[in-house]
């Protein structure tokens, strides 16, 4: 370990540096009085016991590690490399650190990425950064001093490139736990005139059109449009409020209309608009002329009078599905509307094993945890695991060593969360049975006959 204890007293380093030089060869002595004199900052000192030890390339980790750590103090990187061969996690960051002095990053990078993977609690941020810090160039001024200029990482290409084109792996329904009835419906009535667009067509079938989802919050609606565009082999647009609304007259419709076009020109490709109320809310309750003409721009651009949206998919989500304009729910809009309901006690289930599993844990029963978790949505069952890693990450740095979560963790963790689905559902309810006009919320009724005592 390469923790430091409580400093000690001058009188007591004095004494142990003493005991050192009688018995040169005892290594537990050398660890502790190297790193008293390396927390003083006395790194001379420090180096002269580290040459004065015999036969120190055959001692531990432990003490190779803090003799190298004296000797990159004291400017002698290259004599710390050899010194600090070996596999152990903490004689790979202090080789890499040395490496990275001698401006040799890339085998530097390695070495650090392979002593955290080992030890995570060893992660050191001013390391990381130094190690990815390009080679110094040396530039001369005219008539002036020499400057040495060290180059970070290109930001500025990087953050273009995100602009451009975020970086999202493809997501499948494998990657979701439960909603099997839900993936299935999207299988049948999206994926297939996806895979199959000849026969569709010889049907008069066309490939594309709407979906709207909804359902609570943090049941899986935007991971449910992911996950059918990466299942359609299509690109996928996430369309954030920002990217349409506009304080200018008109140009909240034109960006909107310039997102259609590069969909078609992406073809195929799936529109997901999260939070589509706010886009396409009801007509007749809109403060300002702008907000309904914006209703409407969404509608032409949907129906594709100008353009043909064949091969483009628009999937909405929303958690408020009644304030969302009924002229959307037409046919050749959103025509197919699905909810999705919290998570039942098998997915949950499901989505805990997956979210440990990405996880170090140990001894984890998920399907208990499901048990003590009814009405809870796939974030709130995330946030459980975020609280219980909290717990994990406190014993591990007391501890100096990595622990995983464990059952004890996650148990706490389920005392402290609350479910967030259950004002959702009282509220949908409500609508279910007072305002269910043409049976659209019959899948609320039936999950609530199902399940309204608990999922």
Known sequence: MLASPRAMDDVTLESLQGALSASPENEKLLTVVIR??????????????????????????????LAGRALIASGASEEAVPLCEGDA??????????????????????????AVAQNATLENPELLARIKAKPSKVVRLAGGPTLKVVANDDTAALEVSRWLQPEH???????????????????????????????????????????????????GKTLLARATAGECKATFFNVAISDVLDMYIGESERKLNALFEKARASAPAVMFFDELEALAGKRQYAREATAAK???????????????????LIIGATNVPWAVDSAFRRPGRFDRVLFVPPPDQEARAAILQRLLDARPSQDCDAAAIAR??????????????ELASDVAIDASLADGRETPIRQEHLLEAVGEARP????????????ARYANEGGQYDEVLDFLSKHGKGA
């Open 372 to 385: 003590k978790t009814s009405g809870f949505s796939g974030a709130d069952l995330e946030h459980i695991v």
């Open 36 to 65: 008293e004199l390396l927390s003083r900052g006395e790194t001379q000192k420090a180096v002269e016991h580290v040459r004065h030890f015999p036969r120190l390339e055959r001692a531990g980790a432990e003490a190779r590690a």
């Open 89 to 114: 996690p903490e004689l790979l960051l202090v080789r890499a650190d040395a490496l990275a002095r001698l401006e040799r990053g890339d085998e530097a990078l390695e070495l650090y990425q392979r």
């Open 169 to 219: 792996e493809r997501v499948t329904f494998a990657d979701i736990g439960g909603l099997d009835r839900v993936k299935e419906q999207i299988r049948k009535r999206i994926i297939l005139p996806f895979s199959k667009p000849s026969l569709f067509q010889r049907f008069k079938k066309r490939v594309g059109g709407g979906i709207l989802l909804y359902g609570p919050p943090g049941c």
């Open 294 to 312: 914006l209703v409407s721009q969404f509608l032409s651009e949907m129906d594709g009078f100008s353009q043909n949206n064949h091969g483009v």
């Open 420 to 431: 967030t689905t259950l004002e959702w559902l009282t509220t949908a309810r409500n609508y």
